[in-house]
């Protein structure tokens, strides 16, 4: 058994760095803690660049495919290291400001971008299942970070709980289908169930669990009663690190799975997948139109967001994955550059409802821009990145013949309009009740004019980034 | 030798035990009592399942024994932060965030 580790050279870049982040919070005093984000932010960068350098074009795997190395793990392990620079980008103001303890929260943080990382590579199912608990076990505990805010007590117990009720149907779910299947690997299961006449109670007793487990995980209806406590009790750097990672890496576990793995009984779970992706869109956007406070705002349209990307998932083929994928780092920018903007409102004004938006765009017209730019491309308006991304993922959906889906997807995209909509009434038209400027830091800018850019220039120029998603869904198929 | 049947009955009799556990009960402690009920059910299956096969399923049993025994470190930690802000640990009454 000869196993290239190199192949695995940046989770231990990343996994080394948490414990670099880690030992140095124990040896730091406390006016010199400012240097570990510095730290963690370029030790991120180097593994992307190793990563990048490295593992273009290689298509391996390690013991034996239990760890797939290939191009559909190099981009979301891309993916990850830089959605977890742009995390700790945004925490570094709101960590100096209200929370304790900034070491233990970037080296938790860093610990969840390797589980992201072995989630996306995982080529079985218990594999997929330790990288899950990481990241999770991460996630609950920077949900609780702010110890003494009851929010925050409030919204992670709810979060554990249902998570760990989640896992162990998950669990349930796997050990079903080991125990009928006789191996957990991806290809292995695939020529089990095309060899298999007819599926058993026990065997789709065990695949709706794993569908129900992991619709846990990324907040489908009715799955998702966990997600507005959560992130609205969630420090906000955390709650834009919950919306966009741990959904990301779910839904990358969530393809690799059933495009490998489940694909011989398409027919059996499309049906199911097409009727959670309608719930999840319907509710997520009808019930966000009622919402008051702005994390709990982004939580329920982020809901509705994984129905659009179920509705792909339920569309999944050859040509179909690579909308999914877009719709990803599209929903990633879109969401990071949004909660941004947030934190840096609350940073200042300590409001986070939305009748506290009111006059930002005045007293902070740069942000007002990004956050006005950011629901615009979340709603899916033309020359933003959200409108490509939709354009294909619908596209997709519509190509494999779910017409009616990609029509209830479109009136729920009309409907999230209206609540996106009413934000930028707030920032643009309602006047402030205090009109003093709200200072932004440099850093925070400089991220946000990063995040607009990204926002504009994919939505006008987004060749580069489909050219990497091709790459990517190549090699799932 | 005993059927697996009847080895994954025991499991899924037991997993729906937990689950009414965690749907019914109101302290959390209790919650997290059921969940570690389910995530033994799962162990059994995952067992009994691996004596037939001869395969890897007792290796991902003692993954899942870790990662409980993790887990609930985990939960109690939390619960006890809820309890000393809030003084209570009945999911009823933590109702600040709703709807």
């Given at each position: 058994m000869n196993n290239n580790f190199l192949l695995l050279l940046p989770e231990f870049i990343v996994t080394g760095l948490a414990f670099v982040v880690l030992g140095l919070d124990l040896f730091l005093p406390e006016r010199r803690k400012w240097v570990l984000p510095i730290v963690a932010v370029v030790g991120l960068v180097v593994a992307l660049v190793v990563s990048l350098r490295y593992l273009w074009g290689v298509s391996d795997s390690l013991y034996d495919g239990v760890i797939r190395v290939d191009g559909y793990a190099l981009f979301f392990k891309a993916f990850f290291i830089a959605l977890g620079g742009v995390v700790v980008l945004v925490s570094v103001d709101f960590v100096r400001r209200?929370?304790?303890?900034?070491g233990e929260y970037y080296g938790i943080l860093l610990f969840t971008v390797v589980a992201m990382m072995l989630l996306a590579a995982s080529g079985e199912l218990l594999t997929a299942y330790i990288s899950l608990e990481l990241l999770s076990f991460g996630l609950y505990v920077l949900v609780a970070y702010?110890?003494?805010n009851a929010k925050s007590n409030e919204g992670a117990t709810k979060y554990i709980l249902l998570g760990a009720f989640s896992s162990a149907l998950l669990l349930f779910g796997i050990s079903q289908v080991y125990g009928l299947l006789?191996?957990?690997?991806f290809d292995e299961i695939s020529s089990a169930l095309s060899s298999a006449d007819a599926l058993s109670p026990g065997l789709i007793l065990g695949i709706a669990l794993i569908i129900a487990g992991l619709g846990f995980k990324v907040a489908?209806?009715?799955?998702?009663?966990w997600a507005p406590d959560a992130y609205e009790g969630a420090p906000i750097p955390i709650t834009a690190h919950l919306a966009v990672g741990s959904k990301a890496a779910a839904f990358a576990l969530v393809l690799r799975l059933f495009a490998e793995a489940f694909m011989p009984i398409v027919e059996q779970w499309q049906i199911l997948l097409i009727g959670l992706a309608v719930i999840t869109m319907l509710l997520g956007n009808l019930v966000a139109?009622?919402?008051?406070?702005l994390k709990r705002l982004l939580a329920y349209s982020s809901v509705g967001q994984v129905g659009y990307l179920l509705m792909g998932v339920a569309a999944l083929a050859a040509t179909g994955s690579g909308g999914i994928m877009l719709h990803l780092v599209a929903y990633a920018v879109t969401n990071m550059a949004a909660f941004l903007c947030l934190a840096a409102i609350y940073n200042i004004t300590g409001r986070d409802d939305i009748a506290g938006m009111a006059g930002v765009a005045r007293r902070a017209p740069l942000v007002g821009l990004v956050f006005a730019v950011s629901l615009f491309s979340l709603a899916g308006?033309?020359?933003?990145v959200g409108f490509t991304s939709k354009f294909y993922l619908f596209n997709a959906a519509a190509a494999q013949g779910l017409l009616w889906v990609a029509g209830i997807a479109i009136f729920s995209s009309l409907i999230s309009l209206y609540y996106y909509l009413q934000v930028v009434r707030q920032l643009y038209i309602e006047p402030a009740e205090d009109a003093a400027p709200i200072p932004v830091p440099r850093l925070t800018l400089g991220v946000l004019g990063a995040l607009f850019a990204g926002m504009v220039g994919l939505g006008v120029y987004p060749a580069p980034l489909m050219e990497a998603v091709q790459y990517a869904s190549d090699a799932l198929f | 030798m005993v059927p697996l049947l009847y080895y994954q009955l025991l499991s899924a009799a037991l997993f729906g035990i937990g689950l009414y556990g965690v749907l019914a009960r109101r302290s959390a402690v209790l919650i997290v009592l059921s969940i570690e009920l389910m995530l033994n059910a799962v162990n059994i299956n995952l067992i009994a399942a691996a004596s037939y096969l001869n395969g890897i399923g007792r290796v991902i049993a003692i993954f899942v024994i870790t990662v409980a025994a993790a887990e609930v470190g985990l939960a109690f930690a939390i619960i006890l932060r809820m309890y000393r802000n809030r003084g209570t640990v009945n999911v009823d009454e933590i109702n600040l965030l709703k709807w």
């Open positions: 209200n929370l304790e303890h900034p702010d110890r003494y006789g191996t957990t690997r489908a209806v009715p799955f998702h009663m139109l009622a919402q008051r406070n308006l033309p020359i933003f | -």
